[in-house]
């Protein structure tokens, strides 16, 4: 079955600490891949997307993220990591077949100052 | 541009009751879904509208149903809600199916 993992629940990093936030995907051809994040009580905000082309995709706020097809994965990374950056964070992805996002099951992100 | 907005956004209900869950994006959009958010499972597709005049079911349709009313708006309606219902909803619109998804701010609904 297509599906997205993220394997860390809970992640907790010092301010200024650099972050890699896992995904790997399940599909049978290379999916779009997206990650979005949610702060609380609030939708979800695009941070960046993937469909073809170069590997490394660069996204708002700083982030950027990193399309591996022999690891099946989509690792989310930034460098320094700023208090504003806690939140939750979902990846998905899209078989290009198909009509519906599947969501991972989310890594909430805590900064300590 | 208010991008997509949702109504109401906090609910309560008793077993039983009905409700209509309205959704309405303003970016000229096709393509339209319904997701529900539970604690440790991410997001879960309930209906999707790829676009208008069109509705077809997602993962989790079982209990609720859906209008697409024009280009703009589609509903979502619980015709008689249960607690596994309780959840957070979220709206979301896309230029056609294989687009970015771009999403409300969300429904929490309780169910009692």
């Known amino acids: 079955a297509q599906s997205v993992t993220q394997p860390d629940i809970h992640i907790t990093v010092s301010e200024g600490a650099s972050l890699e936030l896992r995904c790997n995907y399940s599909?049978?051809?290379?999916?779009?891949l997206f990650w979005y994040v949610q702060s609380p009580g609030q939708g979800l905000q695009l941070l960046l997307k993937y469909f073809s082309g170069d590997t490394l995709v660069q996204g708002i706020k700083g982030f950027e993220a990193e399309f591996k097809r022999s690891q099946s994965s989509f690792n989310l990374r930034k460098p320094s990591v700023h208090w504003s950056d806690a939140a939750e964070y979902f990846c998905a992805g899209m078989d290009t077949g198909r009509r519906a996002l599947t969501f991972g099951s989310g890594t909430r992100l805590q900064v300590q100052p | 541009n208010a991008g997509v907005t949702q109504t109401p956004k906090f609910q309560v209900l008793k077993t039983g009751q009905s409700m209509t869950l309205q959704c309405a994006q303003d970016?000229?959009?096709?393509?339209m879904y319904w997701y529900r958010q539970d604690p440790g499972m991410g997001l879960r597709l309930i209906y999707y509208s790829a676009s208008e005049g069109t509705t077809d079911k997602g993962e989790v349709p079982n209990g609720y149903n859906v209008s697409r009313l024009n280009k703009r708006e589609f509903s979502l309606r619980l015709e008689s809600a249960a607690p596994s219902q309780t959840s957070v909803y979220f709206c979301?619109?896309?230029?056609?199916?294989?687009?970015?998804?771009?999403f409300g701010p969300g429904t929490r609904l309780l169910v009692l």
């Open positions: 970016m000229n959009h096709n393509s």
């Open positions: 599909y049978g051809a290379t999916p779009y």
């Open positions: 979301a619109s896309s230029e056609s199916i294989q687009e970015t998804q771009y």
